[in-house]
């Protein structure tokens, strides 16, 4: 399969628990965003990483939330004493360039983090 | 700050008609849009683009029209069948910049 992979699909975490989603890029993309659609709404950016850099975190919350692509192995996206309003569906998606134009983005099939 | 908007949350189409899904978008910067389709519980793919440069991208039963006057694109979807069903996000970039996306539209091709 060389297309976005996602693990874990389904996370349930108590509050104040710490959840770490991961995302393999597709094979030759080395460009990794991060998206949150929380129930009913679109999807929101987060993060914007290549390797070993974050490029654009603007839409990544201030507190809690942390995200890294390392030289070796997937990105992850790390929530940090999670909360209900956390509760989101988290998708992945990697180019093979920077988002321009005529560049598409492909997704992951996602992670959906329960908070209870 | 929503820089590109979807105001239509559903829409519901008779089998074999014409589903028009519609965005607006307020950033003149941005330059390459885009049409992804959603099934529940997964992600999103890819679907259909164009560039600022056109106004209109054809793909089988899928066309995207731009009109970058009016900051608007259209997605028809000629004729629409059920398996169409899902929910539609238009997108939207610039350079060096990240993919805004809309609230997505809620498309029901009905048999």
């Known amino acids: 399969n060389a297309g976005v992979m996602q693990n874990p699909r389904h996370l349930v975490r108590r509050r104040g628990q710490e959840a770490r989603l991961r995302c393999s890029p597709m094979?030759?993309?080395?460009?990794v965003y991060w998206y949150r659609q929380l129930p009913e709404e679109g999807l929101k950016f987060m993060v914007y990483?290549?390797?070993?850099?974050?490029?654009?975190e603007s839409g990544m919350p201030k507190e809690r939330f942390s995200a890294e692509f390392p030289k070796e192995g997937p990105s992850i996206l790390r929530i940090q004493q999670v909360v209900r309003g956390d509760s989101a569906a988290y998708f992945c998606?990697?180019?093979?360039?920077?988002?321009?134009?005529?560049?598409?983005?492909?997704f992951g099939e996602g992670s959906w983090l329960t908070v209870v | 700050d929503q820089q590109v908007k979807q105001n239509s949350p559903s829409l519901s189409v008779q089998e074999g008609r014409i589903s028009i899904l519609n965005c607006d978008y307020t950033?003149?910067?941005?330059?390459?849009f885009l049409w992804y389709k959603k099934y529940p519980a997964e992600g999103p793919t890819f679907l259909i683009s164009?560039?600022?440069?056109?106004d209109k991208n054809e793909d089988g039963r899928f066309t995207v029209f731009l009109n970058k006057s009016a900051k608007h694109l259209s997605l028809h979807i000629v004729p629409s069948q059920p398996g169409d069903s899902a929910v539609y996000f238009c997108?939207?970039?610039?350079?060096?910049?990240?993919?805004?996306f809309g609230a997505g539209t809620r498309l029901t091709v009905k048999p």
């Open positions: 997108a939207a970039s610039a350079q060096n910049n990240d993919m805004r």
């Open positions: 164009i560039s600022s440069i056109k």
């Open positions: 990483l290549q390797k070993e850099n974050i490029i654009d």
């Open positions: 094979k030759g993309h080395s460009h």
């Open positions: 998606a990697s180019s093979d360039q920077r988002i321009s134009s005529g560049n598409t983005i492909y």
């Open positions: 950033n003149s910067m941005f330059d390459y």
